[in-house]
């Protein structure tokens, strides 16, 4: 077990969704210092507006790109979660930024890392490296059908860490999230999830639209769940491993997009429109591996989930209303 009292903990990406929550969980750990490093392309200041009130956070601005200053913080670090990439959509249209990033950036935080001796990373990979389910639930073992950019940089740093390890024996755990949703979860960007569509709609007083019959299935799992599995990774012995974090459950559209009308108390009718663009579904991760090496277990389900983003969305737009 790693123990992560009295350390120093670097967070990559520390102001984003998944992030920022790492760093409120950590801050109820017994920990000595937490670092974040974001260059705020998509995080925010707000995301930590609590945490920083903690004297034990400090909050940088800058980029993995730049390895002098990665040299300079991971000096005196124990521990690193990387959760900085750009995102699917930004990896189809940038790929070269895409690459810049999440795989040379990748690159430079393993150098970084084994330069100055850290115990232990986090990495932030994706179920998108599995592509099309051939099988549910997907195990880790099931074969990389990605066919995007993102999940090809993706496979690449998981790579980068295996081949890392295998030649230095750094310990990580790269994790492979399912879909995260969340309170803090992206809704004016420009890549937003689908949750957030129907609640725009549903805030306009518009039939949520679902594309086919709503039977395209996902597995959702809480960012407060997610940011637990990144602690329980960190702690846990578990290395050199890729491990699921998802519920093992699946939602459907429908359901979800029913859930979300009965949460909000509207008579609104889904608006079922054809199938424009074929996405990834039916993707469900198998939990089994993740529990028994490192203990994680999924504890929110959708209902209560989804209850939390509609209450926050109120809360941000009260705020924003005076
Ligand atoms: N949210 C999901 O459903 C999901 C699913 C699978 C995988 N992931 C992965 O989990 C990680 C975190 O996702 P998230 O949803 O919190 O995304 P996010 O975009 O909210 O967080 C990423 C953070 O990294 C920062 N960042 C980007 N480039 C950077 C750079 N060069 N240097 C420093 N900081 C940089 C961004 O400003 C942002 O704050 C990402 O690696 C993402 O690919 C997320």
Known sequence: MNDLNHSRILVIGGAGFIGSHIIDQLTQEGVREIVVLDDFVRGTRENLAEAVKDERVTLVEGSMTDRDLLAELMEGTDYVFLLAALWLYECVHEPRKAIDVNVVGTWNVIEA????????????????????????????????????????????????????????????????????????????GTYVSVIMKVLDKIRDGEAPVIFGDGSQAYDFVHVTDVARANILAMKSDAADVNL??????????????DALLDITGTDLEPDYRPQEQMFVTHRVGSTELSTELTGFEWSIPYREGLESVVAWRHEREQAAAG
């Open 113 to 188: 890392a084994h330069a100055a001796g850290v115990k232990k990373v986090v990495y932030s990979s994706s179920a998108s490296v599995y592509g099309d389910a051939a099988f549910t639930p997907m195990t880790e073992d099931h074969p990389f059908n990605n066919r995007t950019m993102y999940g090809a940089t993706k496979i690449a740093g998981e790579q980068f860490f295996r081949a890392v390890y295998e030649q230095h024996g750094m310990p990580y755990v790269g994790l492979r999230y399912m879909n995260v949703y969340g309170p803090r979860m992206d809704y004016e």
């Open 244 to 257: 699921n974090v998802g519920t093992g459950v699946k939602t459907t559209i429908k359901e979800l997009v």
